[in-house]
């Protein structure tokens, strides 16, 4: 079992960064593959991106690629989203999520557990 707790969202202006922080509990969290996704209001959960275990491999939504990365500190159980040059359509409630399996999905359904969320406002 994995609980997920994110933190760092705000509100921020245009063209602005933000780093969001996932941290986890559990023994197991090195092993699995993290996401992160967002959600509108009146849209559904659509993934931004995800990290492989081992940091080695990620892939991202394309419409924040170039502009935001995911990391991880496996020893800290913490995974992270950095999020440069924020854009008004950027404005969403953000979730990490884990994936036992450690896929590398983009899918809602390919994760296990699921954090709170954070909610994320660019202002313009």
């Known amino acids: 079992q994995v609980q997920l707790v994110e933190s760092g969202g705000g509100l921020v202006q245009v063209g602005d960064s933000l780093r969001l922080s996932c941290a986890a509990s559990?023994?197991?969290?090195?092993?699995?593959?993290m996401g992160w996704f967002r959600q509108a209001p009146g849209k559904e959960r659509e993934f931004v991106g995800v990290?492989?275990?081992?940091?080695?491999?990620?892939y991202y939504a394309d419409s924040v690629k170039g502009r935001f990365t995911i990391s991880r500190d496996n020893a800290k159980k913490t995974v992270y989203l950095q999020m440069n040059s924020l854009k008004p359509e950027d404005t969403a409630v953000y979730y990490c999520?884990?994936?036992?399996?450690?896929?590398?999905?983009?899918?809602?359904?390919?994760?296990?557990?699921w954090g709170q969320g954070t909610q994320v406002t660019v202002s313009s």
């Open positions: 999520a884990a994936d036992r399996d450690s896929g590398l999905g983009s899918e809602v359904s390919s994760y296990d557990y």
């Open positions: 990290i492989s275990w081992s940091g080695g491999s990620r």
């Open positions: 559990g023994r197991t969290f090195s092993s699995y593959a």
